[in-house]
């Protein structure tokens, strides 16, 4: 629930009408130059656009100048595919805990100077401005993030029933969108919330089970190759995450990665 | 018809479905006449899938298990962003383990119904046998499903069907079931079965002595144009909404991949049939940049009202109940508020081109649960709904459970798209279409539910069986980049990229897309007209012509240039936009979301024409300047009978 929502009704537009702001931008034409931060100013935002809203006007004025817009990344634009991600003002995603295409311009206020960064973490290269390759999550799926199943092989869904609790808690843990803003937000730059979210989310499942000990080691060992800082149990992952994926997620996977190192379970090379 | 509009061709019909035996028997049949290619031929086959949506991410991970050499592309930076993401409420299955009289003829018969009698009987039924083994896959994949307490699976009804089938993951069953089939092509590329082409986006197809062998495609991040080529070529590339700019759809999402290779050949059926859905958050502004739905359950305590007066700017909660008009129930007594989507849609555009819509433009109605408030009290409202509030709060600024909500209609689907037969195969040999992209079996109106059922059977089970049959014939001749067709489509590729960085006008791509958008919401949307089509084609005409004289595109293509990507799938929305208007002209009948003001009832209800109009329309690209080939495949209506909708 936003904290500054009006009960009035009609085009609460009318209200807060038009704000002015400057914008302090990362801009960066390739990975091989270095960026820098510009100023540009906006006006006449509604409080009611999105903030990607709000960029897209900024685009539409530097094209129609004959200036380069600013990438970004975005596309459902309804806060569940985790394409957009930015560091607003220093914290991932801005000022609420949501996605950075929910986030509204009601957040701010006239006049306010708003900073806007891409994720910084180095698994997270920079491809221009504002967008980032996120390929390493991928590739830690990749790594066991999965049940082996070829299509076909299925027995019938009731064969094994699964308890409530244990289904709703692997639900929560599966709404994870990949975004990255725990990466963005952690100081070690440690994907250990993404990488619990799975293991959680599969490790709860009886149909998770036969691979519950190779996952975990060798999704840890992906992470560690990709370049991800170690997790020093902070939270700042948990306090960014637009989904709220719970910190007990890490406290799940390093009891499983214990119990996998100690039945023999090694990452494969 | 006027015929400078378009032409008539031959009929088209599908030659594949094995009509000689009963309907139940003929998937199997089918798949009993299709032939086979051995496991060890298999890795000399390549496949190309070109998506990773429900529909191209479960192929790719299916075809790749299967052990043919699999290339898959998708746009953005990762297969689990594809829209399949968004859908919120459920997958529909004949399990029947509510007892409550589902099986696989119910669901094929409400399909049929449902879809308004405009889709074919064939592929139906397959679905909806194919439907049982998906939630089988699903569940064996570790999607959480929602379960009772006996740690069972738990069912729905969901869009007015009076059985239980409905299969969901709180309101992110897409986002579950996509991340399953993701999973699953995670893992076929770590086992080197299947290619990975993240930000790279089809812009051709290749087609070499008649067959699909490859398509052109630019690698989005660093502008380089490439070709790829294999076997046979699968487009899941998903559905158009976003011709109308403003839709449910993401904004990415584009027809680009259909649309060149309907412009290579492949007949695109049915491009008029789209669905509004009619529980979205209104429109604020003129930045608005997509629109959010909101489950449609919301109908079943909201009540659906305006104001009796025009231009009434008061207060909601002061408009005393004498001065409203709940006018669903006043209209559909029996069905009150919980009317289809197409009903429910056309009458909110009717009270508001009255003058008595609400809120910004006039463009919305109020859903209230004043009154479900105080039947059931706030912390049941809450249980019920409180996530959808909470969206509609996050989004608008104003509290649900304070003051009503504000709807409007918004499109979130093409029921049209490429034309294939049964076996899923274009116009183009050896092109096959899934999912969304293709426009085999929803009709004119999809159900709720349907449309991920849909997509992971063409994914999972009917294209990795259906495609066999034609690779029987491969490996094919090598082909590489100096064959003259590959020349000849890199060089087009080439062309229109370069062309749109030179043109140097003064109006952005989203300005163009904003225009056309417009016009087609107003003239090809929820009613449609013989003159304001005709207005929309002129219109889109001219608008074709100033953007290739007037856009304005920054930047170069051998770099990451986000408003040339834009630039190039509006100029596809452009052409689309126009077949769609023809289309929409052509078809002089109201059926399923299409409400076609020259053919209603003396009540003002939508009038299916049966004898004239019972065909899909799928039609064909002609060079410039030449109007456009309708082929019309007759539908047979064998086991479901004709009947006209009425809710009154």
Request: aromatic letters at 8%.
């Amino acid at each position: 629930m936003t904290a500054s929502m009006q009960s009035s009704v009609g085009n609460p537009a009318d209200e807060k009408r038009g704000m002015n702001l400057t914008l302090r931008i990362w801009r960066q034409k390739d990975p091989s130059v270095k960026g820098k931060m510009v100023t540009y100013k906006v006006t006449d935002i509604s409080p009611d656009m999105s903030f990607l809203e709000m960029l897209d006007v900024l685009n539409e004025q530097l094209i129609l100048q004959g200036d380069d817009p600013v990438a970004f990344d975005h596309d459902c634009r309804e806060g569940i595919c985790g394409m957009c991600g930015l560091m607003i003002n220093g914290q991932a995603h801005g000022p609420q805990q949501t996605t950075t295409c929910q986030l509204h311009m009601r957040s701010f206020s006239d006049g306010d100077s708003i900073d806007i960064e891409p994720w910084r973490a180095s698994p997270f290269p920079v491809i221009k401005d504002l967008a980032v390759d996120r390929r390493a999550f991928d590739r830690i799926i990749q790594a066991g993030g999965y049940i082996s199943v070829p299509t076909g092989t299925a027995p019938e869904a009731h064969a094994t029933p699964v308890p409530k609790a244990d289904a709703d808690a692997a639900f929560d843990a599966a709404t994870c969108i990949g975004c990255g803003a725990c990466v963005a937000a952690c100081p070690n730059a440690s994907s250990m919330l993404f990488t619990a979210a799975k293991v959680t989310h599969l490790g709860l499942l009886p149909q998770g089970q036969p691979e519950r000990n190779d996952r975990v080691v060798n999704m840890i060992a992906q992470q560690d190759r990709e370049g991800f800082g170690g997790c020093t149990n902070i939270g700042e992952c948990s306090a960014a995450c637009p989904k709220g994926i719970s910190m007990e997620t890490i406290s799940r996977l390093n009891h499983d990665l214990l119990g996998a190192l100690r039945a023999g379970a090694r990452p494969k090379s | 018809m006027p015929l400078d509009l378009f032409s008539v061709g031959d009929p088209i019909a599908d030659t594949k479905a094995p009509t000689d035996v009963p309907i139940g028997e003929r998937w199997s049949e089918r798949q009993f006449r299709g032939r086979l290619v051995n496991p060890a031929n298999r890795r000399k086959l390549t496949i190309i899938v070109v998506g990773t949506g429900l529909a191209g991410g479960s192929a790719a991970a299916t075809l790749g298990e299967a052990g043919y050499k699999v290339k898959s592309f998708w746009y953005q930076d990762s297969p689990r962003r594809a829209h399949s993401v968004a859908a919120q409420g459920g997958i529909n299955a004949a399990k029947n383990y509510r007892n409550d009289g589902d099986s696989v003829h119910r669901l094929f018969y409400d399909t049929v119904k449902g879809g308004d009698f405009r889709a074919r009987e064939n592929n139906v039924h397959r679905l909806a046998e194919v439907s049982v083994n998906i939630i089988d896959q699903c569940v064996a994949q570790g999607v959480p499903f929602a379960r009772e307490y006996g740690g069972l699976l738990d069912n729905r009804s969901f869009g007015g069907t009076q059985v239980s089938r409905t299969f969901y993951a709180r309101g992110q069953t897409g986002q579950q079931l996509l991340y399953g089939a993701y999973q699953a092509l995670e893992r076929q590329i770590a086992a080197g079965n299947v290619e990975q082409n993240a930000r790279t986006e089809m812009l051709d197809l290749i087609i070499v002595d008649g067959r699909a062998r490859g398509i052109v495609a630019r690698d989005l991040v660093t502008g380089e144009i490439s070709t790829h080529f294999a076997d046979a070529v699968v487009i899941a590339s998903g559905g158009y909404s976003n011709v109308f700019y403003l839709s449910t759809n993401a904004k990415g999402s584009n027809t680009t991949a259909i649309w060149r290779a309907h412009k290579r050949g492949a007949y695109f059926a049915n491009p008029c049939y789209t669905q509004i859905h009619p529980t979205c958050i209104p429109v604020k502004g003129d930045y608005q940049s997509k629109l959010t739905l909101m489950s449609e359950s919301l109908r079943n305590d909201g009540r659906v009202w305006v104001p009796k007066e025009r231009g009434d700017t008061r207060d909601p909660r002061e408009i005393p109940e004498s001065e409203r008009d709940y006018y669903l129930e006043r209209i559909y007594p029996s069905f009150g508020n919980l009317v289809p989507r197409d009903i429910a849609s056309r009458q909110a555009k009717n009270v508001c081109d009255e003058g008595r819509g609400v809120g910004p433009g006039g463009l919305g109605v109020y859903l209230d649960f004043a009154e479900a408030i105080e039947r059931m009290g706030r912390p049941a409202v809450e249980a019920k709904y409180g996530n959808l509030f909470d969206m509609y709060a996050q989004i608008t600024g104003e509290d649900p459970y304070a003051t009503p909500m504000r709807i409007y209609p918004a499109v979130h689907y093409t029921m049209g798209g490429l034309w294939v037969d049964y076996d899923l195969q274009s116009t183009i040999p050896g092109m096959f279409v899934i999912g969304e992209a293709n426009f085999s079996d929803h009709g004119a109106n999809r159900l709720g539910a349907s449309a991920l059922m849909q997509g992971l059977a063409d994914g999972y089970f009917v294209l990795p069986s259906t495609i066999s049959s034609y690779l029987a014939d491969g490996p094919f001749d090598k082909v590489d980049d100096s064959h003259p067709a590959a020349v000849e489509a890199v060089q087009g590729v080439q062309e229109q990229v370069q062309k749109l960085l030179s043109i140097n006008g003064t109006r952005t791509p989203a300005s163009f897309h904003r225009e056309v958008g417009q016009l087609m919401w107003d003239y090809c949307g929820m009613e449609r007209t013989d003159e304001g089509l005709r207005k929309a084609i002129d219109r889109i005409q001219e608008i074709r012509k100033e953007f290739w004289t007037n856009l304005k595109v920054t930047g170069d293509w051998h770099s990451f240039n986000q408003t040339l990507e834009h630039a190039g799938r509006v100029a596809d929305f452009i052409e689309l936009a126009e077949l769609m208007c023809i289309d929409a002209l052509h078809r002089r009948e109201s059926c399923g979301g299409h409400f076609r003001a020259e053919s209603q009832t003396p009540e003002g209800e939508a009038l299916r024409d049966d004898e004239n109009f019972a065909y899909v329309a799928a039609w064909e690209w002609t060079p410039e300047g030449q109007p456009p080939v309708l082929h019309k495949e007759d539908l047979v209506y064998e086991y479901v009978h004709l009947a006209q909708r009425s809710y009154k």
